[in-house]
């Protein structure tokens, strides 16, 4: 059995891993790549495997950097299965088309501006591709086995997010384990990850490999952030994931107004795509409802409305690393006002708007335009989805792995993965070394 890493090789997205046992050939996780430019680029070319070959995807769970680049892979020809958690399928269901529509109204903006250094500029991919791509999706339940050739797959929970799940894969007598992105042990709305079984090979996810997650309470942190902006009388933006991230804001809110921490004011969820997970939530697991003190914004001339609010009040909008989405708009108009608070909720990848602003940049280019940041940033802490390595290194701990199992540390930037590395290799008896771009583990 060979295992080819393909992505999330130094950076944290664009993860793909192609498997290839006997004549049967499959790609666990099919990402984007996000983040720096150089990085993107990848995107734009050919993976280097035949697309015709391949028998399978196997997806450990919805968010883009695992599940962006199917429909660049059905554009190339693949028509074969893509198998996940039917929780993952309904979120790829919503996200996939999210994200080639954006590109589409990205390619246009740009087109229209004359932006872009490209003639015309042209998507990656569009919303009917990627429609057209959710047409390859089965059904993979937890534990559920799936003979694929000489290879057996099953899912186990890792938490994370809804459907988000370890892959667990057998074949010639081996047994590897791909990590996905691993839930933290006491996460308020999702189950803990479930211990590994023995395996020969780990590949583990290293987001947060360099860093333990802040003690304090988030609910207590956001009472001041919402308290001090709305003594200075401005707006409160928050970039948010509209996978899980937007649902938690949500909540955390709500509950917040209802014991008086905060005033009441005007709260908008201006993010389609995250009103439409939010019903998926509710579909799939026992969640509270989201309270109707949240004001829902659909359509594009009721976002570009919310530029007429003068009393304060908070906007939660995509993206969660500001890479895109509504939110753009918002800061384009509010990061120059001083009394304008951005909240950022979770990891910001090397090179992401987001990134750049917790370096501290005085400005940021926003549609082809530099826009002064005056606003006031705070980074929240509490509500990651990821495992920090000390909780990481517990769930292996936990896990029935033998002394001397091989890791190969994956979907990390490199200060993650020295970090980590470091940190197994000191605390455990595993054999650990950080994966690289294209190169072929043998078992």
């Not at 929780?87 to 996200?95: K, N, V, Y």
């Not at 107004?257 to 009441?264: G, H, L, V």
């Not at 509710?282 to 969640?287: E, G, L, M, N, S």
Request: proline share 6%; net charge negative; with cysteine.
């Amino acid at each position: 059995m060979k295992i080819t890493l393909l992505g999330a090789t130094q950076t944290v997205t664009g993860s793909k891993f192609l498997v290839h046992s006997g004549d049967t050939r499959i790609l666990v996780d099919c990402g984007l790549y996000q983040g720096y430019k150089w990085l993107r680029r990848r995107n734009w070319q050919p993976l280097p495997l035949d697309v015709h070959r391949l028998d399978a995807v196997v997806l450990t769970h919805a968010h883009l950097d695992h599940s962006g680049y199917l429909p660049v892979l059905y554009r190339q020809g693949y028509r074969g299965p893509v198998y996940c958690h039917p929780a993952t399928r309904a979120l790829c269901d919503i996200l996939l088309a999210d994200c080639g529509h954006l590109q589409e109204e990205d390619a246009r903006f740009l087109s229209r501006h004359q932006l872009s250094r490209h003639t015309p500029p042209e998507p990656l991919y569009d919303r009917e591709t990627a429609e057209l791509s959710m047409e390859l999706f089965r059904p993979l339940e937890f534990d559920q086995p799936l003979q694929l050739g000489g290879m057996v797959l099953r899912l186990q929970p890792s938490g994370h997010i809804l459907g988000a799940g370890s892959l667990i894969l057998e074949a010639e007598g081996k047994r590897v384990g791909f990590s996905g992105d691993v839930g933290r042990p006491e996460d308020p709305f999702m189950y803990p990850p479930r211990p590994l079984p023995a395996l020969d090979l780990l590949l583990l996810e290293s987001t947060y490999g360099d860093r333990r997650h802040e003690p304090g309470d988030p609910f207590e942190q956001m009472t001041a952030l919402v308290n001090d902006t709305v003594a200075a009388g401005g707006v409160m933006l928050i970039p948010s994931f509209a996978v899980g991230r937007a649902q938690v804001l949500q909540s955390l809110l709500v509950q917040l107004m209802a014991e008086q921490r905060i005033p009441r004011l005007s709260i908008f969820l201006d993010s389609p795509m995250a009103i439409e997970v939010g019903e998926i939530y509710a579909r799939f697991a026992d969640q509270q409802e989201l309270s109707r003190s949240i004001t829902l914004i659909r359509s594009v001339e009721e976002s570009k409305a919310l530029a007429n609010e003068v009393y304060p009040h908070i906007i939660i909008a995509g993206s969660g690393m500001v890479t895109g989405g509504r939110i753009l708009h918002h800061m384009k108009r509010l990061l120059p006002d001083h009394r304008t608070t951005l909240v950022l909720t979770g990891y910001q990848a090397g090179g992401t708007r987001g990134a750049k602003l917790l370096q501290g940049c005085d400005s940021v280019r926003i549609h082809g335009e530099w826009v002064p940041n005056r606003a006031r940033l705070a980074m929240l802490h509490g509500l990651s989805g990821h495992a920090d390595y000390v909780e990481l290194q517990q769930w292996l701990a936990a896990s029935a792995l033998r002394p001397g199992t091989p890791i190969q540390l994956v979907h990390g930037e490199p200060e993650a993965l020295e970090a980590m590395r470091d940190y197994l290799r000191r605390t455990t008896a595993f054999e650990v070394e950080i994966g690289e771009y294209e190169r072929i583990l043998t078992l």
